[in-house]
């Protein structure tokens, strides 16, 4: 396996390991022992494009969804959760798409309320979420409903979960209108993109030897630093004449994993 790129390996696993269930490595270099599907559908979730093959993960990660999901079908206009991706069966390097999600304790969540939870197979391929952004990120939209900022509180408040990235303008208007508990807002980071879904990643789960977490948010609700985020969208800096090119992205090797990821791919 040694000078394979590993999205082509990982890729072509259609079914997890037979392992028990542990993350090994970080969450854009790592991969998942015995990963669990999620349900197509649930009482409170679907998982949408099915063709992917993206809807596997650690069993925290799965509890994590059927627990917010239900949650979340409790605000007028939800019924639940549409569920993007989460990872591969076995995690690992995707063939297209995140960096991140390698160990199944990363998942995207629409920003799209969920009006029915019986959508076929077709429909999940050909229907789309929403983008909540305006002003290239800076403000949120005319789409974005006090139940969005219920249910990314509700998401956040779980103890399971290590930060949760959003565009800036919606951190900075949850910022603005809770009027309660602010501890949540810690884990609500800002980062590019993430309009259309907001991304949820948990914590190495308790006694993970080999899961590698990502480091505690700063102090403090985060709000400034949103802030500053915003500013930037609005009134970006001057491009910097003496940084350096920026390298391109070399594609992850076999040798750049966990030692343990062949073991996850070999298994049956």
């Known amino acids: 396996m040694q000078g394979v790129e590993a999205k082509k390996l990982f890729g072509t696993k259609e079914k997890a390991s037979t ?4 993350p090994y490595g970080s969450y854009s270099k790592g991969c998942v022992a015995g990963g669990v599907q999620l349900a197509e559908t649930g009482p409170t979730w679907q998982a949408m494009r099915l063709s992917r093959n993206r809807n596997w993960g650690h069993p925290e990660a799965i509890d994590y969804i059927k627990d917010v999901s239900a949650i979340a079908a409790q605000q007028p206009g939800w019924e639940g959760l549409y569920i993007g991706d989460i990872s591969q069966p076995r995690g690992g390097p995707m063939l297209s798409g995140h960096r991140s999600h390698q160990l199944g304790l990363d998942i995207d969540i629409w920003m799209l309320p969920p009006k029915r939870l019986d959508l076929s197979a077709q429909e999940r391929e050909n229907l789309s979420s929403i983008s909540l952004r305006r002003a290239g990120g800076a403000y949120v939209n005319d789409s974005w409903t006090y139940q969005h900022h219920e249910v990314l509180k509700a ?3 779980d103890p399971r ?10 951190k900075v208007k949850m ?8 501890k949540w807002l810690r884990k609500i980071r800002p980062w590019w993109g993430h309009h ?7 914590n ?5 030897r080999g899961c590698i977490d990502q480091n505690i948010p700063p102090a403090g609700d985060g709000c400034s ?3 500053q985020w915003v500013q930037n969208i609005l009134f970006p800096p001057p491009p910097d004449p003496n940084a350096a090119p920026p390298k391109p992205r070399r594609e992850l090797q076999m040798t750049d994993l ?3 990821c062949v073991t996850v791919l070999q298994s049956q």
């Open 175 to 182: 910022c603005n209108d809770e009027k309660g508990d602010r």
């Open 196 to 202: 259309y879904h907001f991304h949820v990643r948990l």
């Open 161 to 170: 979960v290590a930060r949760i990235f959003v565009f800036p303008g919606a």
């Open 258 to 260: 966990p030692s343990q």
């Open 204 to 208: 190495c789960p308790k006694g993970a």
């Open 225 to 227: 630093d949103a802030e």
């Open 155 to 157: 998401a956040a408040s």
């Open 19 to 22: 392992q028990s269930p542990v």
